[in-house]
């Protein structure tokens, strides 16, 4: 048997990123050779993540990328368990590795994208790297979600409070230069600070839009103040409600949090693009919030021990 030394454990170590104890064991396993502790160290990895699979991963970051000039980028939102670790510069660095992927693959979706081969290292696919990382970190992780922009015009990306919030946001343009590209990010930091559903009020559909109404017209029925009124008059108040509340729910139809005079957002767009001698019109979103319905982890621990004990 080769003699294991504490540099071929080192090495190891900061190759795989496991522990110190496991890298020893795995070299004293497979003989001191190094492809095969590595390959002993991951189907070490895969065991431990299915332990794992069951808790809860509702915290974590989501990232984005802008490549190719602002013509492709890519949004995903990865989970781990705590807080904690969704701070950690290995999860962060881990995080930027997949999005820095997906922006380039030809994946529709998460279960797809774990069958790729890894990028950065090509003996391992996407869903074993993720099983690597959850032995290295010692918490269940998930690439929960990701969407991909590939654009003529120009997508541009926003990230709120470190990672909880992230956005990406197309237009269509035939301008360019740093006041278009400033524009947009404003528009992402709107997005992002009040959530809007749609882009403009012509893509709600009218089935929302219907039923929307019948319930505003139930909720004004059933008011006494409004007993004694006929039908088309309760519809033409509540029309008005309803358009209020699509204003709400619409980017271009809502106040832009930034302005002075309380303009549109679409007014400000307009403004921009005139200014700069451009067409210029937003034609969609993304939006990701880290966690969001998910069912979060259970920390009363007092709550805890005093369930396990019948208290």
Same mark, same amino acid.
């Given at each position: 048997?080769?003699?294991?030394?504490?540099?071929?454990?080192?090495?190891?170590?900061?190759?795989?990123?496991?522990?110190?104890?496991?890298?020893?064991?795995? &070299?004293? !396993?497979? *003989?001191? #050779?190094?492809?095969? @502790?590595?390959?002993?160290?991951?189907? $070490?990895?895969? %065991?431990?993540?299915?332990?794992?699979?069951?808790?809860?991963?509702?915290?974590?970051?989501?990232?984005?990328?802008?490549?190719?000039?602002?013509?492709?980028?890519?949004?995903?939102?990865?989970?781990?368990?705590?807080?904690?670790?969704?701070?950690?510069?290995?999860?962060?660095?881990?995080?930027?590795?997949?999005?820095?992927?997906?922006?380039?693959?030809?994946?529709?979706?998460?279960?797809?994208?774990?069958?790729?081969?890894?990028?950065?290292?090509?003996?391992?696919?996407?869903?074993?790297?993720?099983?690597?990382?959850?032995?290295?970190?010692?918490?269940?992780?998930?690439?929960?979600?990701?969407?991909?922009?590939?654009?003529?015009?120009?997508?541009?990306?926003?990230?709120?409070?470190?990672?909880?919030?992230?956005? &990406?946001? !197309?237009? *269509?343009? #035939?301008?360019?230069? @740093?006041?278009?590209?400033?524009?947009? $990010?404003?528009? %992402?930091?709107?997005?992002?600070?009040?959530?809007?559903?749609?882009?403009?009020?012509?893509?709600?559909?009218?089935?929302?839009?219907?039923?929307?109404?019948?319930?505003?017209?139930?909720?004004?029925?059933?008011?006494?103040?409004?007993?004694?009124?006929?039908?088309?008059?309760?519809?033409?108040?509540?029309?008005?409600?309803?358009?209020?509340?699509?204003?709400?729910?619409?980017?271009?139809?809502?106040?832009?949090?930034?302005?002075?005079?309380?303009?549109?957002?679409?007014?400000?767009?307009?403004?921009?693009?005139?200014?700069?001698?451009?067409?210029?019109?937003?034609?969609?979103?993304?939006?990701?919030?880290?966690?969001?319905?998910?069912?979060?982890?259970?920390?009363?621990?007092?709550?805890?021990?005093?369930?396990?004990?019948?208290?």
């Amino acid at each position: 048997m080769a003699a294991i030394t504490a540099s071929m454990v080192k090495e190891l170590r900061e190759i795989s990123g496991a522990g110190m104890m496991d890298c020893k064991k795995a &070299l004293a !396993e497979t *003989d001191g #050779d190094f492809d095969k @502790a590595m390959e002993f160290l991951r189907e $070490k990895g895969l %065991a431990t993540a299915q332990k794992k699979a069951g808790r809860i991963a509702a915290e974590g970051i989501v990232m984005t990328t802008v490549v190719d000039g602002g013509k492709k980028a890519a949004i995903v939102e990865v989970n781990a368990e705590t807080d904690f670790v969704a701070k950690n510069d290995v999860f962060q660095g881990y995080v930027s590795e997949v999005v820095a992927q997906i922006v380039n693959s030809d994946a529709a979706d998460v279960e797809a994208f774990k069958e790729e081969k890894w990028a950065l290292d090509e003996s391992m696919t996407v869903g074993e790297k993720l099983a690597a990382m959850i032995a290295k970190i010692g918490e269940n992780m998930n690439i929960r979600r990701f969407e991909k922009v590939t654009t003529d015009g120009m997508v541009v990306s926003y990230i709120h409070a470190g990672g909880k919030i992230g956005v &990406l946001v !197309e237009a *269509d343009t #035939d301008g360019s230069g @740093a006041e278009i590209e400033e524009c947009l $990010k404003n528009i %992402a930091m709107q997005v992002a600070a009040m959530n809007p559903k749609y882009v403009s009020t012509a893509d709600v559909s009218e089935e929302y839009k219907a039923h929307e109404l019948e319930i505003l017209v139930a909720q004004a029925k059933n008011d006494p103040k409004n007993a004694n009124k006929p039908d088309n008059i309760i519809e033409k108040m509540v029309q008005g409600r309803l358009n209020k509340e699509l204003k709400e729910v619409c980017l271009l139809e809502q106040e832009y949090v930034k302005a002075e005079n309380k303009e549109s957002v679409a007014q400000y767009v307009a403004n921009v693009a005139k200014a700069n001698g451009c067409n210029l019109a937003v034609k969609n979103f993304v939006r990701f919030e880290t966690g969001e319905g998910l069912e979060k982890k259970n920390e009363d621990f007092a709550a805890e021990v005093a369930a396990q004990m019948g208290l």
